[in-house]
């Protein structure tokens, strides 16, 4: 249960942030919105704002949406000659149907591109007032026979780079080791002054986090420590913080392709997908630690949501894009059976991973053992 109101403020904001997106963009352009909601279902309070907008918030809590004047639902799939027959030429100016596409698409990529920013603000505030770590990582201890002896790794090398990534700071040796997707590792290190490289295969064993939750870890036997005299911690200024976040950003939309990738190819861990309950359970745990390890967790959620949202799969604002893309090559918009078609199939495609990651949730929580 003390899971449960750090779960509804985060997804309050993401969603309310993404879903705002969408309306920003659409009242730019002239769009007529009719309801703005956090939820499905029920309503449980709201209210309507000068322009005939509802805003609402509905008994569950698991995404919300955005309703244009003019559709029959939240997908603005209505075919354009019959939607015109029914209103007058100033309420056509309203309908989303009849702008021009770039702003349709301006429209619909506005959800994810405001989880973006969303990110991009949080880490540049952490950055800037609390600051950002710069210690470099330095080999402490090599454990006996362990993948980094056999590599050929050694006490007091310093750690530049794992996979192409550059060492910044002792925190990012972990993460990159254990974001790797290919079995062996490139890590170099400076050595008497001098840089070398070494292969080596981590090995993977079952584990938990710092919450005791269940995770498989990649170990090479490396005891890392400071290379300097403690750790270094540095408030940025607004350029150099904007340079760090937009490069977190770009870190887990590669990490979480990268992991995608695997997936397809039969090397990925499908235990390592989550659905709500996990979110829940993780948003949760984390709040415990403090607000600004809370916050960190709503930015990287909002990069999630955003990225997610931008797949080509029907009922995603991706999968409209998807569409778009179609009606600039056409000249003109796919047959509405053609989009029901790929609606359905999305449905199919979403409701499988609802269920997949449900069940990897409830596992999680010591079911299906």
């Known amino acids: 249960m003390s899971y449960i109101i750090p779960f509804i403020i985060l997804i309050t904001v993401v969603v309310f942030v993404h879903e705002y997106g969408h309306y920003y963009f659409a009242k ?21 704002d000068k322009n005939g907008t509802r805003w609402k918030f509905c008994i569950v809590p698991l995404g919300g949406y955005v309703k244009f004047f003019g559709d029959r639902n939240v997908f603005s799939q209505s075919e354009q000659e019959e939607i015109l027959k029914k209103y007058n030429k100033n309420d056509q100016n309203k309908l989303f149907v009849t702008k021009p596409l770039y702003q349709r698409a301006l429209i619909v990529a506005g959800g994810p591109l405001a989880n973006f ?15 950002k770590d710069f210690t470099p990582a330095k080999i402490e201890e090599v454990s006996i026979e362990s993948p980094a002896e056999i590599s050929g790794l050694k006490k007091n090398d310093i750690i530049t780079s794992i996979n192409g990534n550059k060492i910044e700071s002792i925190l990012e040796v972990s993460t990159f080791i254990n974001t790797a997707q290919n079995e062996k590792i490139n890590i170099k290190v400076l050595r008497d002054e001098k840089e070398i490289s070494i292969v080596t295969k981590p090995n993977i064993v079952d584990s938990t986090d710092a919450f005791g939750n269940p995770i498989k870890n990649k170990i ?69 630690f403090g607000f ?12 999630s949501l955003g990225l997610i949202n931008l797949f080509p799969i029907p009922l995603l604002d991706g999968g409209h894009l998807m569409f778009y893309f179609f009606e600039k090559i056409l000249g003109r918009p796919l047959k509405q059976a053609t989009q029901e078609g790929f609606f359905r199939i999305g449905l199919v495609l979403l409701i499988s991973l609802m269920i997949f990651t449900t069940f990897n949730d409830l596992k999680d929580w010591g079911l299906f053992q």
């Open 117 to 131: 920013l969303l990110s991009l603000i949080i880490f540049s505030c952490i950055y800037m007032f609390i600051g």
């Open 220 to 288: 090479i036997g490396i005891k890392i420590a400071p290379a300097s005299d403690g750790f270094n911690k540095e408030k940025l200024g607004p350029t150099k913080a904007l340079y760090y976040s937009v490069k977190e950003i770009w870190f887990v939309i590669k990490t979480t392709m990268e992991f995608i990738g695997s997936l397809f190819q039969g090397k990925g861990d499908t235990s390592q997908l989550g659905g709500p309950i996990k979110i829940a359970k993780i948003s949760g745990q984390v709040a415990e």
């Open 292 to 303: 600004l390890a809370f916050l960190s967790t709503v930015a990287y959620i909002s990069i």
């Open 28 to 48: 730019k352009y002239g769009v007529g919105v009719t309801d703005f909601s956090i939820g499905f279902g029920k309503e449980i309070f709201g209210f309507e």
